[in-house]
């Protein structure tokens, strides 16, 4: 698994907390604690990047209550899982508008990108306030009319609006928890030549079981990219 490009769609903590009558935000918190299970399984499996859609865009028009628990739970995710992913050299990353976070939001993900900016294992890409089409949008308004551009320096504008501190390149597996069975506006461009790998499992109950049986399911997975393979005769 190594040089894998991973992203998950974290869909479910809301609906697994209210079939336990719980509030949803008990299921955001839920969701957190497995996102450590998962980062942590990640980096074991050796995988280079793993991308995380933790708050989109259309994220806001959630209730307020809502959204804000959310951002205290990024913010202090940020401040105590820090360190531990210093000592497992992690490089921590947020992806995504930064314009509407609040100024306490941006300055815990800038220091935690630049306590782990030296760390090499594994790339932890965490999009929040992310719209994989108004990152598109935005990249195609800086290319203008360039007629030299190809999809490589596209990619490297995408990387610029999005705040990515180093290139992740194309996702190679897509995880969607929920049982939802559809992208959401998360990384179309990287996400041309995806596996993709939908189940119906909640985001919290996911963890380290769930994550090694996606990258089982993509080890048995051919990847032709648009071309005829000699061994498969089609």
């Excluded at 820090?82 to 993900?109: E, F």
Aim: hydrophobic share 40%.
């Amino acid at each position: 698994m190594h040089n894998l490009h991973v992203a998950i769609i974290m869909d479910g903590n809301g609906r697994w907390a209210q079939r336990r009558g719980l509030p949803r935000t008990a299921g955001h918190i839920e969701g957190a604690k497995a996102v450590n299970a998962v980062v942590e399984t990640a980096a074991r499996a050796g995988i280079r990047a793993l991308s995380l859609y933790a708050f989109s865009a259309d994220n806001w028009a959630r209730p307020s209550a809502e959204v804000a628990a959310l951002m205290r739970l990024l913010r202090r995710y940020l401040m105590t899982e820090t360190q531990r992913c210093i000592d497992q050299s992690i490089r921590i990353n947020v992806i995504g508008r930064r314009d509407r976070l609040s100024a306490g939001l941006v300055r815990a993900i800038e220091q935690s990108e630049r306590l782990t900016a030296s760390c090499t294992k594994m790339h932890l890409r965490i999009a929040v306030d992310y719209s994989a089409q108004h990152s598109i949008l935005e990249a195609a308004r800086r290319a203008g009319s360039r007629p030299d551009l190809d999809p490589e320096r596209f990619h490297e504008l995408l990387d610029e609006v999005d705040h990515s501190a180093s290139p992740a390149g194309p996702v190679d597996l897509l995880i969607r928890t929920g049982a939802e069975q559809r992208l959401s506006d998360f990384m179309l461009w990287q996400c041309a030549y995806a596996e993709l790998y939908f189940t119906d499992c909640m985001w919290p109950d996911f963890a380290e079981e769930g994550l090694r049986a996606a990258l089982d399911h993509y080890a048995g997975r051919q990847r032709r990219f648009g071309k005829v393979l000699a061994e498969a005769g089609s």
